[in-house]
């Protein structure tokens, strides 16, 4: 039995440092598992609901719109299994789901409003009013950030960026745009709006919010029909809807290099990087969408096929940089010992560390189970909050936070 669980630990293990991207495919319903180191596709991973839309992903869970099913569904990421459908509203068509600390934020397209889910009861625990047809959900110093379309009925109007109070929920204030902002990205002190206009006559524009003061500091005409970015160095790579190209901007100076007169090829809808990488996604309505993995430079990369219509695309572990700073931190790890334990498990740090450490354990459900904090690089989990005699066995969760970084684990319980 003891082999077998030792087994089991190092399976986890390599599982916890593969190289994943996760793609949503709305109109094939399932969760596309791709590994590019091995060149592995599997294009239904993961049954998904009615009207799948967009991913967000904490640890080894991922969160996963179902505009269709009024929820969020919940999904162990090792297994493939789905742990949850968090229920969000009557109608309220859940649009985009973030993750942030303890809390799953959610807009909510036809109720106008942003819900906020406590992960541990997966219950709504405060809804806000935010604008008509809210999206994309951004975070940066403190607050939120709402991107409120406006809608195609009202023919976008009333586009706005809703900023409210991480603390109480509450609106501090709102941003008009320009038509019909549908994505955020907060990027070395600034959050980039992507506004992709009415899609005809009115074409897309990035703007760029300072958060100091939520004010608009630039406006960027791109044109065509602007989806999703993904930003890298000093690059932001920017989406056409409608597969058209993909336009770049230089994020130092917020200048346009490629817009839609002279766009990238080839084209993809939607697009995300893990800081090292880019992924790519072509999607074709009615025929099976692709992925284009490559580097900053834009090289041959690889390429890989998916399921109809991709709509999100996610890397499961990202690349660690301060980017309050815009200094790249050298990566925090950690060794832990014994794995399994029975009395207590010690962590030994190595890295950029500065100041305290948060550690927090989770259980298989994803429910946080101790939590505690350490100024050492050297400390054992024993008898904090609650003791390792108390829990069952089984395999648990870390997640260790130090200034900005954070880095997460899987261990053992075996007494």
Not at 155 to 163: A, E, L, P, R
Not at 254 to 271: C, E, Q, R
Request: hydrophobic share 35%; aromatic share 10%; charged share 15%.
């Amino acid at each position: 039995m003891r082999k077998i669980m030792l087994l089991l630990i190092l399976v986890v293990s390599i599982n916890l440092f593969a190289n994943n991207i996760y793609v949503v495919n709305s109109t094939s319903g399932t969760l596309s598992k791709v590994n590019y180191e091995t060149g592995s596709v599997d294009n239904a991973y993961v049954d998904l609901g009615v009207t799948p839309n967009l991913i967000d992903i904490k640890d080894d869970i991922a969160y996963v719109t179902n505009s269709g099913d009024n929820s969020v569904q919940k999904i162990d990421l090792i297994t493939g299994n789905t742990l949850s459908n968090i229920y969000v509203g009557d109608s309220s068509n859940p649009w985009h789901a973030r993750v942030k600390d303890d809390y799953l934020y959610v807009t909510g397209f036809v109720t106008n409003k942003l819900y906020k889910i406590d992960l541990i009861s997966e219950e709504v625990v405060s809804e806000i009013e935010v604008g008509q047809a809210p999206e994309s959900i951004e975070f940066a110093q403190g607050k939120i950030y709402v991107a409120c379309s406006g809608g195609y009925a009202n023919n976008y109007q009333d586009s706005k960026i809703t900023v409210l109070s991480e603390e109480n929920m509450q609106i501090i204030t709102t941003i008009p745009t320009s038509l019909n902002p549908q994505n955020l990205h907060y990027y070395r002190g600034k959050i980039y709006v992507m506004c992709t206009g009415n899609w005809s006559d009115i074409l897309g524009v990035v703007e760029v919010i300072n958060p100091e003061n939520d004010t608009i500091i630039s406006s960027l005409d791109i044109g065509g029909n602007i989806g999703k970015a993904a930003f890298i160095n000093n690059h932001g790579y920017i989406t056409d809807a409608m597969n058209a190209g993909v336009y770049l901007i230089d994020t130092d100076n917020d200048t346009v290099i490629n817009d839609s007169t002279n766009p990238l090829s080839p084209g993809a809808s939607t697009i995300a990087t893990n800081g090292q990488s880019i992924a790519f996604v072509n999607s074709v309505w009615g025929a099976n969408g692709s992925l284009w993995l490559t580097d900053d430079n834009l090289g041959s990369g690889q390429t890989f096929e998916l399921a109809l219509a991709p709509t999100d695309v996610i890397f499961q572990y990202q690349a660690v940089a301060n980017v309050d700073n815009n200094v790249e931190l050298a990566p925090i790890t950690v060794s832990t010992y014994p794995n399994p334990c029975s009395q207590k498990l010690n962590f030994s740090l190595q890295g950029n560390t500065r100041g305290a450490s948060k550690i927090q354990i989770y259980n298989l459900k994803g429910q946080l189970v101790d939590e505690f904090s350490s100024s050492d690089n050297q400390f054992s989990w024993k008898n904090k909050t609650k003791s390792i005699n108390s829990l069952a066995n089984g395999i648990y969760f870390y997640k260790i936070t130090n200034n900005k970084q954070s880095i997460s684990g899987k261990f053992m319980i075996l007494k």
